[in-house]
C-alpha cells in the first residue's frame, strides 16, 4: 500500500537520495517510530509532483493500540529551499493489508492460524472507507440549444465532495487517449468544485472520458473515479447528474467482524456497495501475533527484530550483516555466520547471550551493574567490558579474542569457563575486577594489570607439567569458500595437549601461521603452529596441519520486490491500460553467473523471458518487463516471475476492470 503526496510548488531534486530523511512516527510525535516502515519513496517529476511512499513490516505495529500516524518529511529533504515541515496523516489501515486481501484471498487454514487463533470477530475491526467525490453534474450542449457551427459538446462540470477534499484535479481523455489535466476551482455558492467551457484548453470539450482525483488540505490523494461524459438521451438532454448512485450510510464507519457476521443484510450491503477490484480499501484491524523468534537472513530483517520488543531471541540464515547495537535483554544465535562490523552490548541491566559467530570487529560489553554477558563460542578481534556488578556478569565458554580488556569503573567478575582462546587479559579501569578463570588454556603470563587499576582477586587452574617430551595430535580443518586467514586460523586447534616425561598430561598454546593463503583459490594449504610454553622442551616447537579451502557455492538466483506497475504484488489497473512488471534478482551464490528469468500472465496469456546481465556474488540488478498488460481483457490474473530452472519466483495478483467501470 502507498501514500500519494502531490503538489505544484514543489521540486524535488532528483540526484538526492531522501528515503533515509523521511520517517513515520505517531500522530503528534516528534520521533520516528522505533521500526522503519518505509520500503520505498518513488520521485516523479512532471506537470504535478509526486512523492509516493510505499510501506514494509506494518504488521509489526501495535493496530490496537495507536490508529493515527504521520509521515514527517523534515525541511529541506525535498529540496534546499523547503522551510517547513511536512506531516502528512494518515490512519494505519489506509497502508495495510485490505479485506480481500485478509479475508477473502488468505487460506482458511492461514487465517485461523494467523488471526482467528489469537483474535475473536469482535476484536477485528472493519473499516469502510468514506466517500469523498459524491456528487458530478455535467452540462452538455444539444442541437437547437446554441447556435453554432460546431459547439461546444461539453460546458461544465459541478463536483460536490467530502469536507475532508481540498483539491480536485480532472482530467479529460477522448477515445481512451492520453488524459488533459486541470484544477477544478472551489466555488462558495455551489459548495463545490466546478469547470466552464471558459476554463477548458482548447479541444478539451470535446473529450469523453472524466478522470477525478481528490486531495486534502496536506495534499495527500485520497481518491479517484473515472466516468464516461454521457446524456441519456442525446435528442432530449443537456444536463445529467447521475453519475454516482445515492451513497448508502454504512461509508465512514467502523464495524467489527462480529457485527457484519451477526449481521448478513448489514455485510451484503457494505461488500455490494464496492467493485471486487476495491475490495481493498476496506481496512481492517487486529491485534497481531507476536512472534518472539525470528530468523533473519538479510540487514533490514535484522535491524527490525532488533528493533521489536516482543522479539527475544534471533536466529541468523546469513552471514556479513551489521548488529551495531544490542540494546536489551535477547539470544543471537549466529549459526557459525558472520556479522560485520563492530557490536556493542548496551542496556540499563540487560542480559545478552551472543551464541556460535564470528565478529568482524570488536566487542564492547556494557550491560548495567546488574546486567550479565554470556559469550559461547563467539569470536571478536577485541573484546572491552564497560560496566558490570560483582557478580556473575560475563561468561566466556570456547571465545576466542585477541585482547579482553576490563575498563569498568564500578566492580566486575568475569568468569573464564573453557575453551576460550585469549592472548591477554588487560584490567586497567578503576572498578574492581574479580577474574574467576577454571580455563586451562588461560594462563597467569596471560593477564597484564596496568598501574592505577584493581585487581580483586584472580584464581587460576595450576598446570602441572614442567617439562614436556611429547605433543598430542592437532586436526586437519576444511574452510567455506571467501574465509579469511584469521578466522580459518582461528578454526585450528588453539591448544594441545602436552606430555611431561612421567606421563603428566596439560595442554599448550598454540599460534598459528597459514602459508600462501588466498581464501578465493579453493585446494589444500599447510598451517605451521608454534608452541607457547614457558617449561623445558625437548624437541621442535613447531607443529603442522592442513586447512582446505572447499569450493565456492555455485550462482544462485534469489527473485524478490515483485511490483506491478508501482503497486507492489496486487494492483488494480483499467482495461488496456499498459503497466510494467518489475522483479528484482540477485545472485546468493558464491560464483558469477548469468540468469534468465520468465514471466507468465494468466498461465500463458503473456509469456516472455529476458536474460539479465552477469551477476558476481551478492550482486542484484532490476529486470523490467514492459508495457505487458494492454491485450488483457477484464478480470483477475495471476503474476508468475520465476528463474529458467525453477529455483526461485515470485507470485502476484493483478485485476483488469473495465474502464467504463468506476
Known amino acids: 500500500m502507498v501514500i500519494q503526496f502531490e503538489a505544484e510548488d514543489i521540486e524535488f531534486e532528483d540526484e538526492e537520495d531522501i528515503e533515509e530523511e523521511i520517517f513515520a512516527a505517531a500522530a503528534g510525535a516528534e520521533e520516528p517510530l522505533d521500526i522503519n ?49 511536512h506531516r502528512l496523516p494518515f490512519k494505519i489501515y489506509e497502508v495495510t ?28 475491526n472493519i473499516y469502510v472507507p468514506e466517500i469523498y467525490i459524491r456528487e458530478i453534474e455535467s452540462i452538455h450542449r444539444q442541437e437547437g440549444r446554441i447556435s453554432e457551427d460546431d459547439p461546444p459538446a461539453l460546458t461544465n462540470i459541478d463536483i460536490r465532495t467530502h469536507e475532508d477534499v481540498n483539491r480536485i484535479q480532472a482530467g479529460l481523455s477522448k477515445d481512451g487517449e492520453d488524459y488533459d489535466y486541470l484544477d477544478l476551482s472551489y466555488r462558495e455558492d455551489i459548495d463545490g468544485f466546478t469547470v466552464g467551457q471558459a476554463d477548458l484548453k482548447e479541444g478539451m470539450e470535446k473529450y469523453d472520458e472524466l478522470k477525478l482525483s481528490a486531495f486534502d488540505g496536506n495534499e495527500k490523494f485520497l481518491e479517484e473515479c473515472k466516468f464516461r461524459i454521457k ?50 480499501t476496506l481496512g481492517v484491524s487486529y491485534e497481531q501475533r507476536r512472534e518472539e523468534e525470528e530468523t533473519v ?60 559467530m564470528d565478529i568482524n570487529g570488536d566487542l564492547y560489553i556494557d550491560v548495567g551493574v546488574e546486567g550479565s554477558a554470556v559469550l559461547n563460542n563467539i569470536e571478536a578481534d ?22 579482553f580488556v576490563t ?78 586467514r584469521r578466522h580459518a586460523e582461528s578454526y585450528l586447534d588453539y591448544r594441545v595437549d602436552i606430555f611431561g616425561p612421567d606421563g603428566e598430561e596439560s595442554s599448550a598454546r598454540l599460534d598459528w601461521e597459514i602459508q600462501d593463503y588466498d581464501r578465493h583459490s579453493p585446494g589444500t594449504y599447510t598451517a605451521k603452529g608454534e608452541l607457547s610454553f614457558s617449561g623445558e622442551w625437548a624437541g621442535d616447537k613447531e607443529v603442522e596441519a592442513t586447512v582446505t579451502v572447499e569450493d565456492p557455492d555455485p550462482a544462485e538466483p534469489r527473485l524478490s520486490d515483485l511490483d506491478i506497475g508501482g503497486q507492489d504484488n496486487d494492483a488494480v489497473i483499467e482495461s488496456g491500460e499498459e503497466v510494467d512488471v518489475e522483479v528484482v534478482v540477485e545472485n546468493t551464490g558464491q560464483q558469477s553467473g548469468d540468469f534468465n528469468v520468465r514471466l507468465d500472465i494468466g498461465n500463458g496469456l503473456v509469456d516472455k523471458e529476458t536474460s539479465t546481465a552477469t551477476l558476481d556474488d551478492g550482486e542484484t540488478e532490476l529486470v523490467v518487463f514492459e508495457e505487458v498488460t494492454g491485450e488483457l481483457d477484464p478480470g483477475s490474473y495471476k503474476i508468475v516471475i520465476e528463474d529458467e530452472d525453477g529455483i526461485s519466483e515470485v507470485v502476484g495478483d493483478l485485476t483488469v476492470g473495465s474502464s467504463d467501470s468506476s
Open 382 to 403: 577485541n573484546t572491552y567490558t564497560i560496566s558490570g556488578s560483582d557478580y556473575s556478569t560475563v561468561y566466556l565458554v570456547d571465545f576466542t579474542t585477541r585482547k
Open 37 to 85: 516502515v518505509i520500503r520505498e519513496v518513488d520521485k516523479k517529476n512532471g506537470d504535478k509532483k509526486k512523492l509516493v511512499v510505499k510501506f514494509k513490516k506494518l504488521h509489526r505495529l501495535d493496530y490496537t493500540e495507536i490508529l493515527d500516524y504521520e509521515l514527517v518529511i523534515p525541511p529541506k529533504t525535498l529540496h534546499k529551499n523547503q522551510i517547513r515541515e
Open 97 to 124: 493489508p485490505g479485506f480481500k486481501d485478509t479475508i477473502i484471498k488468505t487460506d482458511s487454514e492461514v487465517l485461523n492460524e494467523e488471526v482467528f487463533r489469537w483474535n475473536a470477530p469482535r476484536d477485528i
Open 407 to 484: 575498563e569498568n569503573q564500578e566492580p566486575v567478575r568475569v568468569k573464564m569457563i573453557a575453551g576460550n582462546h585469549i592472548n591477554e587479559v588487560i584490567v586497567e579501569g578503576p572498578g574492581e575486577v574479580i577474574l574467576d578463570i577454571r580455563d586451562e588454556n588461560v594462563e597467569p603470563g596471560d593477564v597484564r594489570i596496568i598501574e592505577a587499576a584493581s585487581l580483586g582477586s584472580v584464581e587460576f587452574k595450576s598446570v602441572e607439567v614442567t617439562e614436556v617430551d611429547n605433543v598430542g595430535d592437532v586436526d586437519d580443518i576444511s574452510v567455506s569458500y571467501g574465509t579469511h
Open 297 to 356: 537472513s538479510t540487514q533490514e530483517e535484522l535491524d527490525i527484530a532488533l528493533a521489536d520488543p516482543n522479539v527475544t531471541k534471533i536466529s541468523l540464515d546469513e552471514g556479513g550483516l551489521e548488529a551495531e547495537k544490542i540494546e536489551r535483554s535477547m539470544v543471537i544465535e549466529g549459526n557459525d555466520e558472520e556479522i560485520d562490523g563492530d557490536v556493542v552490548l548496551r542496556g540499563d541491566n540487560i542480559d545478552v547471550e551472543l551464541r556460535n
Open 231 to 280: 446524456v441519456e438521451k442525446e435528442e432530449d438532454d443537456f444536463f445529467y447528474d447521475r453519475y454516482i448512485e445515492s451513497i448508502p450510510d454504512v461509508f465512514g464507519e467502523t464495524y467489527r467482524l462480529y457485527d457484519l457476521m451477526e449481521d448478513p443484510e448489514l455485510l451484503e450491503e457494505v461488500i455490494t456497495q464496492i467493485p471486487v477490484s476495491k475490495l481493498n
